[in-house]
T-cell receptor, first 106, second 119 residues
Framework: KNEVEQSPQNLTAQEGEFITINCSYS?????LHWLQQHPGGGIVSLFM???GKKKHGRLIATINIQEKHSSLHITASHPRDSAVYIC????????FGTGTSLTVIP | DTGVSQDPRHKITKRGQNVTFRCDPI?????LYWYRQTLGQGPEFLTY????????KSRLLSDRFSAERPKGSFSTLEIQRTEQGDSAMYLC?????????????????FGPGTRLTVL
């Protein structure tokens, strides 16, 4: 049983489109991270949130702890946003989703 | 560059050989995690250290795997008698956990990973 489910698994978008990636989890958590992984393996933490909403540039992340659901939104998507986005709820350790592979086409 | 380094970046070995990877976390970070990631999957937790103490190990960490963090700074992950199924990216991450904070919620800083290929 996968404790973290992300959707969609793969996403192709035209440059400029608004993108939403969803994450549902079954574990009780204290916080959730959204991570970005580029080809070659480097992982960067985008957000850590425990409630509500956070915004950083064109990225917006929301979380509903009661519903065990989080979303990552990208506004005005750009080809450089192409990467794998991973949802990682946290309890004592990180649980990772399998990721959403995003490709933004110019 | 996140400040976390891993060495080597790539390792090719024959089945049955032993391999050792090293992770140098950000110097003031007291917690260090090891993860494994196979192609198309998210990272899987292996183990973590709080300073030099190994506090949790995943059931994925068979007895062929051992990790150490002897002085609470760098860490090593050794795999003995490697198998083809061990081929993966091994990632290290570190954070600074405030004293008395038992749960990690802060941003983790990931190293670039060591890609292991077992032939």
């Amino acid at each position: 049983k996968n404790e973290v489910e992300q959707s969609p698994q793969n996403l192709t978008a035209q440059e400029g489109e608004f993108i939403t990636i969803n994450c549902s989890y079954s574990v009780g958590i204290s916080a959730l991270h959204w991570l970005q992984q580029h080809p070659g393996g480097g992982i960067v933490s985008l957000f850590m949130l425990s409630s509500g909403k956070k915004k950083h540039g064109r990225l917006i992340a929301t979380i509903n702890i009661q519903e065990k659901h989080s979303s990552l939104h990208i506004t005005a998507s750009h080809p450089r946003d192409s990467a794998v986005y991973i949802c990682a709820p946290v309890l004592n350790q990180f649980y990772f989703g399998t990721g959403t592979s995003l490709t933004v086409i110019p | 560059d996140t400040g976390v380094s891993q060495d080597p970046r790539h390792k090719i070995t024959k089945r049955g050989q032993n391999v050792t990877f090293r992770c140098d976390p950000i110097s003031e970070h007291n917690r260090l995690y090891w993860y494994r990631q196979t192609l198309g999957q998210g990272p899987e937790f292996l183990t973590y250290f709080q300073n030099e103490a190994q506090l949790e190990k995943s059931r994925l960490l068979s007895d062929r795997f051992s990790a150490e963090r002897p002085k609470g700074s760098f860490s090593t992950l050794e795999i003995q008698r490697t198998e083809q199924g061990d081929s993966a990216m091994y990632l290290c991450a570190s954070i600074q956990l405030p004293p008395g904070d038992l749960q990690s919620t802060d941003t983790q800083y990931f190293g670039p990973g060591t890609r292991l290929t077992v032939l």
